[in-house]
């Protein structure tokens, strides 16, 4: 966590950035979920790629796959099955989707900042040490080898298509109707959907920037962080922005704002 007032006494810097306003817009926890759907595209070429197929039959069924409908199945104990559903042979794939689904899901739900982000790389570390000594790992592979999911093509597509979708539609226009605007002197503040516009003046204005998730804003966020807004004057209000993204230059580019404002009001 980082917390900065801006000092007084800086020499002006460029003036450019006085003039424009810098948004700074909150994303809810959907932006973490980029890999889900960057790996199902993958998985869904990797299986149309591979050019298998998969059929359904009942139990105790003969089953040939043929690609051409019209041919029929020779005897009572043998079922025609027409190849149109797209699978991979490769098991591995559906293992590594569900992997990376459950692991977004744990990452944006579990908050580990600070210490608790240290503590769980520590164990983790410890337990792959221990596992290696005791020579459990060959043991813990083969019972995983038997792990099979498989998802078929049109799955990997419409999961990660519609989470695409919903993704976009969440990260450029819901979530920036919650949004704070810096200008020279002054911050805009909406916190709902559909609530108008609050306005501070910001002289003794603090910035607190968390990034302590290491998680959630580095391995997720991509350098994503948290910014906790504090105003001065005689009803000081705190104001929470989760999941901002480029927050490093965000908050560096408002403190410079807010040292020219100072530079310009001492000068007067």
């Avoid at 516009?197 to 002289?203: I, K, N």
Wanted: proline share 4%.
């Amino acid at each position: 966590m980082s917390t900065s007032n801006p000092p007084t006494g800086t020499p002006m810097a460029s003036p450019q950035l006085a003039r424009r306003d810098i948004l700074v817009v909150s994303h809810c926890t959907l932006f973490y979920w980029w890999p889900v759907w960057a790996v199902g595209f993958l998985m869904f070429v990797i299986t149309m790629v591979n050019g298998q197929y998969m059929a359904v039959a009942p139990a105790g069924a003969t089953v040939q796959l043929v690609k051409d409908d019209a041919k029929k199945a020779e005897g009572q104990d043998t079922i025609l099955f027409p190849a149109r559903l797209h699978m991979s042979n490769n098991k591995n794939l559906g293992v590594l989707f569900v992997a990376v689904l459950l692991l977004v899901i744990v990452i944006t739900n579990i908050p580990l900042r600070g210490l608790w982000s240290v503590i769980v790389i520590v164990i983790v570390i410890s337990l792959a040490i221990i596992f290696a000594l005791m020579e459990w790992w060959d043991k813990i592979l083969t019972w995983l080898s038997f792990l099979d999911i498989r998802i078929n093509a049109a799955g990997y597509l419409v999961v990660s298509l519609v989470l695409f979708v919903l993704w976009l539609v969440v990260m450029l226009l819901f979530d920036r109707q919650i949004y704070m605007v810096f200008s020279p002197g002054q911050m805009r503040v909406r916190l709902e959907i559909g609530e108008a516009e609050t306005a501070y003046d910001t002289t003794g204005m603090t910035l607190q920037k968390q990034r302590s998730d290491l998680f959630r804003h580095w391995i997720l966020g991509l350098g994503s962080g948290d910014l906790i807004v504090k105003t001065a004057g005689a009803h000081p209000q705190e104001f929470q922005m989760p999941n901002v993204l480029f927050i490093g230059r965000k908050v560096r580019d408002i403190e410079e704002m807010l040292r020219q404002r100072q530079v310009v009001s001492g000068a007067k």
